[in-house]
Protein backbone atom coordinates (compact mmCIF):
# COMPACT_ATOMS: atom_id res chain seq x y z
CA UNK A 1 0.00 0.00 0.00
CA UNK A 2 2.97 2.77 0.84
CA UNK A 3 3.87 1.59 -2.71
CA UNK A 4 0.97 2.99 -4.23
CA UNK A 5 0.56 5.86 -2.06
CA UNK A 6 4.19 7.24 -3.55
CA UNK A 7 3.42 6.13 -7.08
CA UNK A 8 0.10 8.37 -6.74
CA UNK A 9 2.22 11.21 -5.12
CA UNK A 10 4.37 11.66 -8.03
CA UNK A 11 1.26 11.95 -10.58
CA UNK A 12 1.49 15.76 -11.28
CA UNK A 13 -1.02 17.96 -9.66
CA UNK A 14 -1.73 15.44 -6.70
CA UNK A 15 -2.40 17.58 -3.59
CA UNK A 16 -1.99 14.68 -0.49
CA UNK A 17 -4.07 17.33 1.46
CA UNK A 18 -7.24 16.76 -0.50
CA UNK A 19 -6.42 12.68 -1.02
CA UNK A 20 -6.30 12.50 2.94
CA UNK A 21 -9.38 14.72 3.13
CA UNK A 22 -11.42 12.01 0.78
CA UNK A 23 -9.99 9.29 2.54
CA UNK A 24 -10.78 10.94 5.71
CA UNK A 25 -7.91 10.34 7.06
CA UNK A 26 -5.67 12.33 10.03
CA UNK A 27 -2.24 13.55 8.46
CA UNK A 28 -0.55 12.62 11.48
CA UNK A 29 -1.87 8.98 11.14
CA UNK A 30 -0.81 9.02 7.54
CA UNK A 31 3.00 10.51 8.78
CA UNK A 32 3.31 7.70 10.76
CA UNK A 33 2.24 5.17 8.63
CA UNK A 34 4.58 6.01 5.80
CA UNK A 35 7.18 5.88 8.40
CA UNK A 36 7.03 2.43 9.34
CA UNK A 37 9.31 -0.35 7.24
CA UNK A 38 7.75 -3.95 6.33
CA UNK A 39 4.63 -5.24 5.08
CA UNK A 40 2.84 -6.05 7.60
CA UNK A 41 3.80 -3.20 9.69
CA UNK A 42 1.06 -0.22 10.16
CA UNK A 43 -2.04 -2.54 9.25
CA UNK A 44 -3.94 -1.78 12.07
CA UNK A 45 -3.53 1.79 11.49
CA UNK A 46 -6.31 3.75 9.46
CA UNK A 47 -4.49 5.10 6.33
CA UNK A 48 -3.79 1.62 5.79
CA UNK A 49 -7.70 0.71 5.91
CA UNK A 50 -9.01 3.84 3.66
CA UNK A 51 -5.95 3.58 1.24
CA UNK A 52 -6.27 -0.45 0.71
CA UNK A 53 -10.85 0.70 -0.04
CA UNK A 54 -9.50 3.71 -2.10
CA UNK A 55 -7.16 1.57 -4.28
CA UNK A 56 -9.63 -1.55 -4.63
CA UNK A 57 -12.07 1.45 -5.87
CA UNK A 58 -9.71 2.39 -8.26
CA UNK A 59 -8.88 -1.32 -9.53
CA UNK A 60 -12.59 -1.56 -10.16
CA UNK A 61 -13.20 1.68 -12.14
CA UNK A 62 -10.31 -0.04 -14.22
CA UNK A 63 -11.60 -2.75 -14.55
CA UNK A 64 -15.23 -1.70 -15.52
CA UNK A 65 -13.56 0.50 -18.21
CA UNK A 66 -11.67 -1.84 -20.22
CA UNK A 67 -14.98 -4.20 -19.91
CA UNK A 68 -16.25 -1.26 -21.82
CA UNK A 69 -13.70 -0.69 -24.27
CA UNK A 70 -13.96 -4.98 -25.13
CA UNK A 71 -17.55 -4.54 -25.61
CA UNK A 72 -16.90 -1.94 -28.29
CA UNK A 73 -16.77 -2.91 -31.94
CA UNK A 74 -13.45 -3.07 -33.47
CA UNK A 75 -14.25 -0.22 -35.71
CA UNK A 76 -14.41 2.47 -32.55
CA UNK A 77 -11.66 1.16 -30.63
CA UNK A 78 -9.12 1.88 -33.79
CA UNK A 79 -10.88 5.13 -34.27
CA UNK A 80 -10.29 6.40 -31.10
CA UNK A 81 -6.86 5.02 -31.09
CA UNK A 82 -5.88 6.92 -34.10
CA UNK A 83 -7.63 10.43 -32.54
CA UNK A 84 -5.18 9.61 -29.91
CA UNK A 85 -2.41 8.93 -31.78
CA UNK A 86 -3.26 12.25 -33.81
CA UNK A 87 -3.21 14.41 -30.54
CA UNK A 88 0.21 12.98 -29.44
CA UNK A 89 1.53 14.06 -33.20
CA UNK A 90 -0.06 17.32 -32.77
CA UNK A 91 1.55 17.59 -29.36
CA UNK A 92 4.65 16.67 -30.56
CA UNK A 93 4.89 19.05 -33.43
CA UNK A 94 4.28 22.20 -30.90
CA UNK A 95 6.99 21.13 -28.89
CA UNK A 96 9.13 20.88 -31.39
CA UNK A 97 8.07 24.06 -33.11
CA UNK A 98 9.00 25.80 -29.27
CA UNK A 99 12.13 24.00 -28.92
CA UNK A 100 12.78 25.80 -32.37
CA UNK A 101 11.96 29.33 -31.16
CA UNK A 102 13.74 29.12 -27.84
CA UNK A 103 16.76 27.87 -29.96
CA UNK A 104 16.13 31.03 -32.38
CA UNK A 105 16.07 33.13 -29.94
CA UNK A 106 19.44 31.97 -27.84
CA UNK A 107 21.31 32.16 -31.39
CA UNK A 108 20.17 35.53 -31.04
CA UNK A 109 21.31 36.82 -27.98
CA UNK A 110 24.06 39.31 -28.57
CA UNK A 111 25.22 39.20 -24.64
CA UNK A 112 26.82 36.57 -22.17
CA UNK A 113 24.97 35.50 -19.49
CA UNK A 114 27.50 36.40 -17.36
CA UNK A 115 27.05 39.66 -18.13
CA UNK A 116 23.36 39.48 -17.39
CA UNK A 117 24.18 37.93 -13.90
Known amino acids: IRGKIRKLLETPGFKIT ?3 KELKVN ?12 TWNGTQNGTYS ?6 MKQDKI ?4 K ?18 KKLKQQKQKECE ?5 IKKIKDN ?6 EAK
Open 109 to 114: EDYDES
Open 18 to 20: HWL
Open 67 to 84: AKLKKKPISERKKEAEKK
Open 97 to 101: QILKK
Open 27 to 38: SNSYRRFMKLKG
Open 50 to 55: AAYRYF
Open 62 to 65: KKKN
